[in-house]
């Protein structure tokens, strides 16, 4: 079985002709042309809230959303395929600032998860509000208000935080952390 989303990109005039540049296991993203977004095909209702509740955590280490262009089709796992125009990020290079911010961030919250296995899926969400009062935090003012916001998106919603999965950490073209997808479909 494998942990990509295995339907095709359903026929929609935005997005005739745009190439798909990932696939994860909830989504699908094509290059919109510009260099500056893409179409991004979500198929999770928890993911979905993340780009699109009111209360979604925003500010510079998350993905700007421009647009959404509504429902466009079913997935294969019966839930509706949402299309949005987020901005484009990247993957971290290994030796850069982002990846060392990110080599921080995820030891620590990993750390703070073992603390905490026991309790099964409640171990992320518990561990991402310890790490938003680590003192001193081993990660900037800025990352901190952002991981604070996620504690909070992830608590209010009850998803389980992801900061692990490859490319749920990506950077913006200026070298800005930015969580991408830093959830993980299910509940508690």
Not at 33 to 47: L, S
Request: a negative charge; hydrophobic letters at 35%.
């Amino acid at each position: 079985m494998t942990d990509k989303i295995p339907d095709p990109v359903p026929k929609h005039p935005l997005l005739e002709g745009k190439p798909e540049i990932a696939r994860g296991r909830y989504s699908i993203v094509l290059d919109k042309g510009d260099g500056e977004r893409v179409y991004k095909i979500i198929t999770h209702p928890d993911e979905y809230l993340l780009y699109a509740a009111d209360d979604r955590p925003q500010g510079p280490h998350f993905p700007t959303v421009y647009a959404y262009h509504g429902i466009i089709g079913r997935a294969s796992n019966g839930f509706p395929m949402h299309l949005f125009e987020v901005e484009k990020l990247y993957p971290i290079p290994e030796t850069s600032p982002a990846a060392d911010a990110a080599r921080r961030l995820i030891h620590a919250w990993w750390d703070l998860c073992q603390q905490w296995q026991q309790l099964g899926q409640m171990m992320g969400r518990i561990a991402l509000q310890q790490l938003t009062e680590l003192k001193p935090p081993p990660f900037d003012a800025g990352m901190k208000q952002a991981v604070e916001a996620l504690a909070r998106f992830a608590e209010t919603y009850r998803v389980i935080p992801d900061l692990l999965s490859r490319d749920n950490l990506m950077m913006r073209k200026d070298g800005t952390l930015v969580f991408s997808d830093p959830i993980r479909p299910g509940k508690d």
